[in-house]
Structures are given as C-alpha cells and as structure tokens.
C-alpha cells in the first residue's frame, strides 16, 4: 500500500523532488559565500560552468560520470579564486559587480562557442543522475557546512561579515576567508550543475543567466541564513509553491512570479532572518 | 624596550595627524596616552594594530620591526585591541563574540570535527571554558548567552576587553575601555588592568578620565596636534606646563 503509494508519487512528482534538491543544493552554494558577509551574483554562471564542463567531458570524451562532475566544480573554483583573488582584497560590494558582469560573460560566451552547442544548448547528455545522487551530496553538503560552521573557518566567516575591521584585529586573514567562501560556493554551485546536467538530457545558456543568481538570493531571503536549512527550507517552498498552486486557475502560470514576489517581499517586512526563524532551536551553534 | 616608537608620522590629505610621534612603552607596564580631542591618540592605536599604515617611521615590539606588517599578522604577534567606537559582532552572544575572538587561540580544526574526532569535542570543551573564564574576568559570566547589542554600553567594553583577552595577547591596545562606565564598574575595570600588567601583559591606553589615569599609568604620553608634547610619570606630566596649557587645564590633577 504504501509502496504503491511512493511509486505514485514518484511517478507523477519524481522531478519536481529532484529540482528541489538541486537548487536547495545551489541555495547552499551561495548560503556559503554569504555567510562570510560576501554576495555573488555569479553563482548560476558556476553552475552553468559546472554544468556544461560536466557534460562536455562525459559526451565528448567518455568520461566515467563522477569524474566529470569532480572536473566540472573543480573548474568553477578555480575560475572563482581568480576572480576572487583581486576584487576580494576590497571591501564592499564590488564581489557583486564583478560576479554581475562575470555572469553575463559566462552566459554569452555559452551563447556563442561551438562546443557549447550555441543557444541550442549542449544536447544529449547521458541522464546519470538518480534522485540518490542528488540527496546523498545534498546531506554531505548540509553536514559539511553543518561542522564547517562550528570550525575556526566558520567563526571567521562568521567575525567578518559581522565586522570586517574587528576581524582584522582579532588575527583573521579577511581576505584569505573571503576568498575561501567565494571558492567553496563556486564549488558547491559547480557540483549542483554538474549533476544537473546529467539530469536533464539538455542544458541551455539561458537558465544559468542573470535571474536564476537573484533566484538563488531570493531562497536564501525567504529561507533565512541563520542556519544551513534555512536555504533548503527557501528553495524548498519556492520550488514546489507552483506544482501546489497547480489547481488553482492562473497561479502556476502568470501568476507564479507575483506569488513569489508577495512571499519575498512578506519575508523582507515581517521576517528579516527568514522563514527558518520559526524553527529556533537550528539557529544558533552555541 | 617592549615596544618602541621612532618618528612615526602619518597624514591624512593635508592633516598631520601624527608628527614624528617617538617614545617607548617598556613590558608589563600600563603606559597611559592622553591629549585633546583630534591629537592623534586613536590613529596612533590604529598604527600599532596595523589598520592605518604609517607614512614614516618606525614601530619596533622587541626590536622587530611591525609597522609594515597587516592587522591580522601583528594580531598574531600577541597584539589586541578594542575600539574607541566599539566594534562588537552584534548578531553574535557575548559568549560567541569571545569564541570569535579565539582565531589566533583555538584550533578547531575542520577535519577532526568532520571525522568526529572524540579529540575535537574535547578542544571544544576546552575552548569553551576559556571563553566563559574571559567573560568572567571582566564580570558578565552571566550574560554570556546574551546577543552583544542588547548589553548596556559598559557591558559592551568590557565585553570588547573579553574578546580582545581572548586573543592571549602580550600588548593590550585599549581606546577609552571607560568611556560610559559607572563608578563601581570603572574601579572593576582598573583592578582587572592591574591584574593583567601583574600577569606580564601591557597596556596602551587611551582615556580622558585623569584620575584614573593617575592612578593606574606607570608613565604617560602627550599628544597635541599630532606630536608628542612629553613622556613622564603621572606627577611629571601633570606638573609640565606644556601639557596643562594644551589639555589639563589649571589645577587638574
């Protein structure tokens, strides 16, 4: 009975799990970077960095499937920590400008190689990821930033996005850290595209442009970033609110976008540290 | 010599905040600055925590040359501080905001706590009790669990002293850690300064109130417009005519 159940529910709602696995996976991605006070726009471009390396590398060259996705968000760290190496040595918000513009070069240059596939997109990638493969690195995603919170690196994320110059007093390499939640963050968004890709049978330039970045600063507003699930939590609702609304006339379709907007903006004015503030005892470490 | 100040100047566009700025600060002693308003007291605190680089001179601690060094190295080399406008993680609890404080201190290394190392939680346990001993060294203990921006401003200083003794340091920097505190706590404030100078830590400080710095400061600098006017012990610097011209006052102290 049960097992009938599952294997309905599976059937009618299987992707709709597995997409919300994969952006609570690209929430936590950004989660990182922002949790040493640092906000990237650029995030989606790393997926996509992520996702279109992955993809190459396993149509084109036959390589074994978790080689690839290693490969795909090994590339995007290292495109970050070049990135990040000079704009995080400044203070404010020139990691968003810069990420920005990053995003956008990403995105055209998607648009315009060949062995992308151009706007067509990067078509037949081999469908290698379950729904096992997306939990099982989101649950090591989760535990590692769980104990990577309570670790000498998690504090100083912590000091400098609460102030940047006591940080400085207090022994912290501020711009090695940055630098550090940036990488870790490409890294993270690299996996998530990586798997998303052989997910997906096609991956096109546009989903990984400007709006999928806000969209993933929206599940962090929404979800809160006192805590690790607060992102989950975010990307969770926001993903499956239009399969919910569903039934309800013009909810799923035009309507979708001002549902997510009155969410957001609920959020902002009533709940400044997100939805995950009803759930008080995962907020604080100590 | 602990630490030693040969001709340190620096400028801000046209404003000479410090002027070929020389004295010493000998160990374990408090050595006190004071000075009118825009002097150059805290750009000189700012030059020793490295967060404003010297234009010339030099910054020797034990005759090693720090004036060159970023904030967060001459933090390690056992230097701390506290800000005159405090500067305090007020998301954090008073107890997180000293755990933050024990970068230089702690290990909490990552890849035992991701192994679950039984050697780990042991650290931690460790680490904890050293925040908790730092918070009730300068007495609200009992406020630990409490978020930093809902202390009243002298439990905010001294908590600031908390953080800044997490770091173990050898040379404590303290921009008026008594500015907004109430008798009683500023008498707590001057024990615990005296402690820390019995234990071998000096001690820079800033402060307007000359009562306590009489008491408490081996010897005294004076700055005005960003040049030293004199270094002496409390009775010499108060009786110089130069600093009671320039800041004391007629009958003072």
């Given at each position: 009975m049960t097992v009938a159940f599952l294997s309905q529910f599976?059937?009618?709602?299987?992707?709709?799990?597995?997409?919300?696995?994969?952006?609570?996976?690209?929430?936590?991605?950004?989660?990182?970077?922002?949790?040493?006070?640092?906000?990237?726009?650029?995030?989606?471009?790393?997926?996509?960095?992520?996702?279109?390396?992955?993809?190459?590398?396993t149509m084109r060259f036959d390589v074994p499937y978790p080689v690839s996705v290693a490969a795909g968000a090994g590339l995007s760290a290292i495109i970050a920590f070049l990135i990040g190496l000079p704009v995080l040595r400044i203070r404010g918000i020139f990691l968003a400008m810069a990420t920005l513009a990053f995003g956008e070069v990403v995105r055209i240059a998607a648009v315009n190689l060949d062995i992308t596939g151009?706007?067509?997109?990067?078509v037949g990638i081999p469908n290698k990821t379950t729904t096992y493969t997306i939990y099982g690195v989101l649950a090591a995603t989760v535990y590692f930033l769980a104990v990577l919170r309570g670790s000498k690196i998690g504090w100083s994320f912590a000091a400098i996005r609460e102030d940047e110059t006591a940080a400085m007093a207090l022994g912290i390499n501020t711009a090695f850290h940055k630098t550090l939640a940036f990488v870790l963050g490409a890294f993270i968004a690299g996996i998530a595209g990586a798997?998303?890709?052989?997910?997906?049978?096609?991956?096109?330039?546009?989903?990984?442009?400007?709006?999928?970045a806000v969209q993933l600063l929206i599940y962090n507003v929404v979800g809160g970033t006192q805590s690790v699930y607060g992102p989950i939590l975010g990307a969770f609702i926001l993903t499956a609110l239009p399969e919910v609304l569903r039934g309800v006339p013009l909810a799923a379709g035009p309507l979708r976008l001002g549902i997510n907007g009155v969410i957001l903006l609920l959020v902002i004015l009533y709940l400044p540290n997100g939805l995950i503030s009803f759930f008080r005892g995962l907020n604080r470490v100590s | 010599m602990f630490l030693e100040f040969e001709k340190i100047s620096r400028s801000f566009g046209g404003v000479r905040a410090l002027w070929e700025v020389s004295f010493v600060v000998e160990a374990a002693t408090i050595h006190g600055i004071i000075g009118p308003n825009?002097?150059?007291?805290?750009?000189?605190?700012?030059?020793?925590?490295?967060?404003?680089?010297?234009?010339s001179g030099r910054l020797l601690l034990e005759g090693r040359e720090v004036h060159r060094l970023p904030p967060y190295r001459i933090a390690a080399l056992g230097i701390a501080r506290t800000f005159q406008n405090i500067r305090l993680f007020s998301n954090m609890t008073c107890l997180e905001n000293v755990i933050a404080g024990q970068h230089l201190t702690a290990g909490r290394a990552l890849i035992p706590r991701l192994l679950r190392l039984p050697s780990a939680s042991v650290e931690e346990r460790r680490c904890r009790e050293d925040a908790l001993s730092c918070l009730s060294s300068v007495g609200i203990e009992n406020r630990a669990g409490a978020l930093a921006k809902s202390l009243s401003y002298g439990e905010r200083r001294r908590l600031e002293i908390a953080r800044a003794m997490a770091l173990k340091p050898r040379l404590l920097l303290l921009d008026e850690p008594i500015a907004g505190m109430r008798q009683r706590e500023i008498e707590e404030m001057e024990s615990l300064f005296r402690s820390l100078a019995e234990a071998?830590?000096?001690?820079?400080?800033?402060?307007?109130?000359?009562?306590?710095?009489m008491r408490?400061?081996?010897?005294?600098?004076?700055?005005?417009?960003?040049?030293?006017v004199t270094t002496g012990s409390p009775e010499d610097v108060c009786a110089h005519p130069e600093v009671i011209e320039a800041y004391l006052g007629v009958e003072s102290c």
């Open positions: 599976f059937a009618v709602y299987g992707s709709l799990v597995n997409f919300i696995g994969i952006n609570a996976l690209l929430a936590l991605s950004l989660y990182v970077t922002l949790s040493a006070g640092q906000l990237s726009l650029g995030n989606a471009a790393f997926a996509g960095i992520g996702a279109y390396t992955a993809g190459i590398l151009g706007a067509q997109g990067l798997i998303y890709a052989h997910l997906n049978f096609i991956i096109t330039p546009g989903e990984f442009g400007f709006s999928a | 825009g002097s150059g007291k805290t750009t000189l605190i700012n030059v020793v925590s490295g967060l404003t680089g010297a234009d071998g830590v000096t001690i820079l400080l800033i402060e307007h109130n000359m009562p306590f710095m408490l400061c081996s010897r005294i600098t004076v700055l005005h417009f960003g040049q030293t």
